[in-house]
Structure formats: C-alpha cells, structure tokens
Nanobody
Framework: VQLVESGGGSVPAGGSLRLSCATS????????IGWFRQAPGKEREGISC????????HYADFVKGRFTISSDNAKSTVYLQMNSLKPEDTAVYYC?????????????????WGQGTQVTVSS
C-alpha cells in the first residue's frame, strides 16, 4: 500500500487549498482513508475520513464546514478541499489508510501513512 499526498503550499488567511492523496495497493475493499494534520509541538489530529464501501464520510467537530473530503475512484485519489483557511490550520497534513474502520479519526488505528504535505497559512 502506498499513499502520496500533494497540493500543500503557502496561502494567506482566508485562502483555499485542495490536497490530494493518491493511493495504490488497496485491494481490500473495506477500508477508510483519513486526513490528519500535525502542527509543531502538537499531537496528530484527525480531520475527516471516507469509508470505501459506501462512501460514508465523517468530520471532526473543528472542521465546521470549512473542509470537504471527496474521492475519485477512477483515479484512486482522495481529496481534501480546505476553504477559509486560518493561521492555526498551519501543519503537516497526512493521509492514511485503515482497514475495517468506519468513522474513526484516531491516528493509532490507521495502518498506512503518506509522507505528508506542508500547509502554511499566513495572517
């Protein structure tokens, strides 16, 4: 299993970014793709996840409608659209795959991780 994130960068507050997570090797159908982030000195926190079988989506409470997860099955890619970005959104963003998970945003439950992509939001 391989996961590769892209789409990070530097934006001013209020801006938008779309992160991509290209997946390969996910031959078992019952898995979730989750998006996480980790700011310096903080624990890794879950943002959103999408279940492969039925497309069930779950968001962390702090997202509050600003972020949207989606997928393109033909491209084996999961996206995270981030709008109205704030300086506190600055972090390294990761995608991860976890088998047999639904609506789980605990990092320790996920089995495979990408290398991360940096998002920096300036004030």
């Amino acid at each position: 299993v391989q996961l590769v994130e892209s789409g990070g960068g530097s934006v001013p507050a209020g801006g938008s970014l779309r992160l991509s997570c290209a997946t390969s090797g996910l031959t078992y159908r019952g898995y979730s793709i989750g998006w996480f982030r980790q700011a310096p000195g903080k624990e890794r926190e879950g943002i959103s996840c999408l279940y492969s079988v039925d497309g069930t989506i779950h968001y962390a409470d702090f997202v509050k409608g600003r972020f949207t997860i989606s997928s393109d099955n033909a491209k084996s890619t999961v996206y995270l659209q981030m709008n109205s970005l704030k300086p506190e959104d600055t972090a390294v963003y990761y995608c991860a795959a976890g088998f047999g998970l639904q609506r789980v945003l605990t990092a320790a439950a996920y089995d495979y991780w990408g290398q991360g992509t940096q998002v920096t939001v300036s004030s």
